[in-house]
């Protein structure tokens, strides 16, 4: 028989996301094949301790309680946050091991009932959203470790994630994206006014103000009018120095955008998911709509016709191409009503992975479920950490 992969899961984090981050770890310790995978439950604090404990093996039988603010379920009733609460701290050494069969980045604290017991893993799972996890910072860690992941790379990951740079990206690979203008917090807090003069010379009401570097929509406003850019500048600007303004698709008669999501799988050869779209209760997907408020509809497949759709997918391919993505991204698109013109919004490299989110909803549409995803991208975590071996870094 042969030897059951070891898989790290790595959760939580410090990010405005990580209750999401815990949720999608549920259901990933939940439906990953036990019968192949050896599973280590990895968490991180909000304060950014890391912590391993027995506590985690409720999450495996999925023992979590689902009455809560949040829709997939309450993060502080889940054996996640127990985890967090309770787990014993390791330490995160960034050095590979010599083994090459059991990369060993991760010891327990020492204790009083022995030395430093080390945890083996043979890839890790990082299921977290968001700031400190899906920027290239973790990728980097664990590159530095020299241990395999599942999803992208430092580049992907960080150019991913930085709304500006992703559409820079975009731009010069001829993808369609709207009108934009970025803005730094400094030049906002020092000349308001001329920022404000910029983005109306550009720019038509209405327009979204979002931070650059976050996710789940949270610091995001729409703005209708001038009366409303100073306070969603503000908002925005609490979260990074970087704040991108950007047109608004649709409104008028024809009424707001459709949008509209495809789920890409794979690495050198990546294949795009039939797309779905999203109905938000609220004015447009936020925080709120995706995972407090009742209301949002999932429409799968979304309602286009076959050639949009392999527009889509093509796009999606073509946008995860372009910032170097790897193993997963979903790529969120806006259709115009009235033009039905097609404009690529943005990229995720590590989205919502609870059973129930849009990522793993449409690959299990599309013919692949839920658990034969999750071994999906485990194996091709592994595949591309095993190519980028072949990688010199000194001349022989």
């Known amino acids: 028989m042969s030897k059951k992969i070891r898989v790290g899961v790595l959760f939580g984090g410090r990010s405005g996301e990580h209750e999401v981050s815990l949720l999608s770890a549920a259901s990933v310790l939940q439906y990953i094949d036990k019968k192949k995978y ?10 950014g301790r890391w912590l391993t404990s027995g506590h985690a093996e409720r999450l495996l039988r999925g023992d979590h309680k689902d009455e809560s603010h949040l829709r997939a379920g309450d993060p502080q009733a889940t054996a996640a946050a127990a985890v967090l609460a309770k787990g014993e701290g390791v330490l995160v050494p960034p050095q590979p091991c010599s083994d090459s069969n059991s990369l060993i980045p991760f010891e327990t604290e020492a204790s009083s009932h022995g030395p430093a017991q080390s945890i083996a893993v043979d890839v890790i799972f990082p299921v977290l959203h968001g700031t400190f996890g899906e920027d290239g910072t973790i990728q980097g860690l664990l590159e530095l470790a020299d241990i395999a992941y599942v999803g992208a790379g430092v580049l992907g990951s960080a150019a991913g994630m930085d709304k500006d740079i992703m559409k820079s990206l975009f731009k010069s690979a001829g993808l369609p994206i709207v009108k934009h203008v970025t803005i730094l917090r400094g030049q906002w807090e020092k000349d308001p006014i001329k920022v404000r003069k910029a983005v109306e010379l550009k720019l038509k009401y209405p327009v979204f103000v979002k931070p650059a570097n976050l996710g789940s929509s949270v610091g995001i406003s729409k703005v ?18 970087k704040i991108v303004i950007e047109q608004g698709v649709g409104g008028g008669k024809a009424g707001k955008a459709r949008e509209i999501e495809c789920s890409v799988l794979g690495n050198d050869e990546p294949i795009a998911s039939i797309p779905g779209e999203i109905v938000p209760a609220a004015e447009f997907y936020d925080y709120n709509a995706k995972y407090v408020d009742e209301g949002s509809k999932l429409l799968i497949p979304a309602k286009i016709s076959k050639k949009k759709q392999k527009e889509v997918q093509q796009m999606a391919v073509a946008a995860f191409k372009a910032v170097d993505c790897s193993g997963l991204g979903r790529i969120d ?26 990522y793993p909803k449409l690959w299990a549409a599309s013919g692949v479920p839920y658990p034969e995803l999750i071994d999906r991208l485990i194996q091709l975590g592994i595949a591309r950490h095993a190519d980028k071996r072949r990688n010199r870094y000194t001349k022989e």
Do not use: C, Q, W
Not at 224 to 241: N, P, Q, S, V, W
Not at 340 to 354: C, S, V
């Open 38 to 47: 050896d599973v280590v439950p990895i968490g991180i604090t909000k304060e």
């Open 224 to 241: 209708h009018d001038r009366t409303e850019l100073d306070g969603a500048m503000y908002e925005a600007a609490k979260y990074d120095r």
């Open 333 to 358: 698109f806006l259709l115009d009503p009235k033009t039905e013109k097609i404009y690529l919004n943005e990229i995720n490299t590590m989205p919502g992975f609870t059973s129930i989110s849009m």
